[in-house]
């Protein structure tokens, strides 16, 4: 009977219902976009940083985990480490932040090809010349490249020598020493990749390069990878909780502004409901059900926008921002939404069971 | 108390504060309802009828006196226990109909018994107050496509449904036409003659008011007097 005086509430007020569940799930949807983006970005990272193909990774001392600082290492670090027992190779590379989350990776090719296999070309080939650049599928789709292209960028003007296939170091990769000369860094580099004869050697060569190398963030490609996430970039946590908290705060005011207006319009059928017998806590079932329906039906209506906001990026901005589908977040979202919806029906609904039956039934 | 009471009132007053006035809406009411009377409560605007009929029906705590309806002293009540009073023992119908705008009829009748902790369901009281009151194929319209006659039926039958002790009735024919108004009212007068209902109603009119076994005269929060 609650039930379906709750549904022919929510039926009764349509535009009200509809913007407060549209409300609910912007909020929602805020909270898994940017949980995917997170989530999205450092799982883009980790599959970058394995696509190499290297075992272990030296970064310069002091760098954080996905830096994007430019070049803070001697290349001859990449020799240093050649040298050592049972590395077959070691690659160094240079990356050099663009503009927004769009770094361009420089890199020895000939190198790179022997520790990782080298790029799969869906279109064109390697690089020939010194202002040719190699771009990954999304970076070519968002900008209409093509091989043979040509594109505007550290001010200067490259022909796409070829299309390849992403997962491998950054969207944008152009000769090491072109890099290091346009920056300014030259004999630089940001890390180096090392590759070893056989993968039970990794803890070995891992243990004897820390001694040697003191200082240096020194991590197996597994290691790297499990530790690429949201709780180790410095400030993201806090960003996200910012973003979650503020998330918490749209939909309270809106769910208070809704219960608040549906209240004082259903005055006078509050009183009604207080005549026949309803007690405070009938009266206020009723508000919490209508609020965790309309938290219901936001979240669910969140996690679909979150499935639009992922297709948005895809089709239109491929290569600034991957998003993931976050299932896990799903349950989370919903009860954070949830809370601060019935904190937002909770003042509203406090008033509706207080409400004076005789005042309430004289209401017009 | 004599055992066929089933309302009895002594020296009731009841004062409203008003910022710093007192306005005194009850100056010490007496009144006997014996069990089945269909007693009429007639006066002018602001004789305190109105109010008699909210500390009857539990609505409002008397400021002094007593009032003991079947056996159930009001004055003593807490609020939560005047709530459940309404559940058991008051049956409500207002001028205005009052009826739930989003529920239909069978929905507005049926909530009144779950608000009682009642199963409606196969419930052969149910079926016997909707014919009894002629609203049986109305029962799934909403309040707003049901006429006034009806609509005040549907409220009657939610009055009912939980077998209250009282039924109050506060001008329930002030919205209607002369038509329905008789037949509302012998609607009442039928639910007190068949079923041995008592019914306290409030009405300015006369002719109402002959539907009544007696009525009282109320005025300036007193009953001045009463015929049969």
Redesign the interface.
Known sequence: MVNKLVLENLKHRPVRTALSILAIGIEVTMMLTLVGLSRGMLADVARRARGVGADIVVRPPGTSLIGLSSAPMSEKMVDFLRRQPHVTHAVGSMTHPLSGVTTITGIRLDEFDQISGGFKYLEGGPIRNRDEIIVDRYYARQNNLHAGSTIQLLNRTWRVAGVVEEGKLARLVIPLDVLQELTANPGKISQVWVKVDDPANIPKVIASLKEQLKGYPIYSMEELTSLISVNNVPGLKAFITVIILLAIVVGFLVVFLSMYTAVLERTREIGILKALGASPLYVLNILFRETVLLALAGTVLGILFSYGTRWVIMRWAPASLTQMIVPDWWAIAGAIALGGALLGASYPGWRAARQDPIEALAYE | MSEDLIIRVRDLRKIYRVGEVEVHALRGVNLDVPRGEFLCVAGPSGSGKSTLF?IL?G??APTSGTVIVDGHDLSKLTD?QR??????M?G?V?QKF??????TAY?NI???R???GRNQDNDPWFRQVVELLGIADRLHHKPSKLSGGEQQRVAIA?AIINHPAILLADEPTGNLDSQNSAAVLKILRDLNERLGQTILLITHDPVVASYAHRVVHMLDGRIVDAES
């Not at chain 2, 709530?83 to 058991?88: D, K, M, P, Q, V």
């Open positions: 909210h029906g609505l409002l939560s709530t459940a009073l309404r559940r058991r008051v409500f207002f009052n009826l739930l705008p989003t529920l929905d049926a909530i009144a779950h608000i009682a939610r």
